[in-house]
């Protein structure tokens, strides 16, 4: 029954795509600001750095978030893509979700599980937000220092084009974790690419000259160290337990 009623949604529909982008710029503004206000004085490299910690701080959230959504089992409480029932949010898909719910109370589909969903996807084009400005201003400085004075103290930023690369790749694979209904490989494939993106956000910070092992954050070199490698060996336990583990009661 449940399955009937996931498969009279159509998968995709781009209508409220622009809108959520726009949710995302919106979400990016506010750390944007802030790092803005408190280092507009500082090097660009301090900037970069800042910008980097908060982005990898939201990332780190979202994937708590993702982990939430997957244990309350709210993975298809907005089962299309990329908005909810061709929304940009629940409250516009009031009628659909209320049919669903009325014919399955403990269903996929329930106004709760619709909200945690939208949170974890207006989280994600955050995030997603952050990283294409944090790309955008690492290109820029370091053309711009190149220029001026031959040589930089900036990295050449290959690794955070990568790092705007993989959360497209990371977006599509969310996606497909909605459209493909749970299939377990894809769900396993989207946590791989969140620790490789949180890996990709934390090495920039740990290895840059003149920010590492001074680091107020548990980003500096030593705590990357001593926090990553004694919980590696639970890595594989949480990706590959079962995809559906715990049937959430929201
Ligand atoms: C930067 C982007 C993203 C990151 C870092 C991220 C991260 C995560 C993580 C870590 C999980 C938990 C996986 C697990 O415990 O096995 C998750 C779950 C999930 N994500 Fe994402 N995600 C991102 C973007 C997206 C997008 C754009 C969508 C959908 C449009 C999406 C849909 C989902 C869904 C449906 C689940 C729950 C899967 C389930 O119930 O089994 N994610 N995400």
């Given at each position: 029954m449940s399955l009937q009623l996931l498969q009279h949604?159509?998968?995709?529909?781009?209508?409220p795509l622009a809108s959520l982008l726009l949710v995302g710029a919106l979400l990016a503004l506010g750390p944007v600001l802030w790092v803005w206000l408190r280092?507009?004085?500082?090097?660009p490299l301090k900037r970069i750095q800042a910008l980097r910690l908060f982005t990898l701080f939201l990332t780190f959230d979202l994937v708590l978030f993702g982990a939430f959504t997957r244990l309350t089992d709210s993975g298809l409480g907005c089962p299309d893509w990329p908005g909810c029932y061709g929304n940009t949010s629940p409250l516009g898909a009031g009628q659909q979700i209320a049919a669903a719910q009325t014919l399955l109370p403990d269903g996929p589909v329930t106004l709760p599980k619709a909200w945690i969903e939208m949170l974890h996807r207006y989280m994600a084009t955050g995030v997603g937000a952050l990283i294409l400005l944090l790309t955008a201003v690492s290109w820029r400085d370091w053309l711009h220092q190149r220029k001026q004075a031959?040589?930089?103290?900036?990295?050449?930023p290959w690794l955070t084009s990568l790092t705007l690369v993989w959360v497209c790749v990371q977006g599509a694979f969310g996606a497909l974790t909605v459209t493909m209904k749970l299939f377990p490989a894809i769900v396993t494939l989207h946590l791989l690419g969140a620790l490789a993106l949180l890996m990709m956000l934390c090495y920039p910070l740990s290895h840059a000259a003149g920010w590492?092992?001074?680091?107020?954050?548990?980003?500096c070199r030593s705590c990357w160290e001593v926090g990553s490698v004694p919980t590696m060996p639970y890595w594989p336990a949480q990706i590959f337990q079962p995809a559906k583990a715990v049937g959430g009661r929201i």
């Open positions: 949604t159509s998968s995709y529909d781009l209508a280092h507009r004085h500082g090097t031959g040589a930089t103290e900036l990295p050449w590492s092992g001074r680091s107020p954050c548990c980003c």
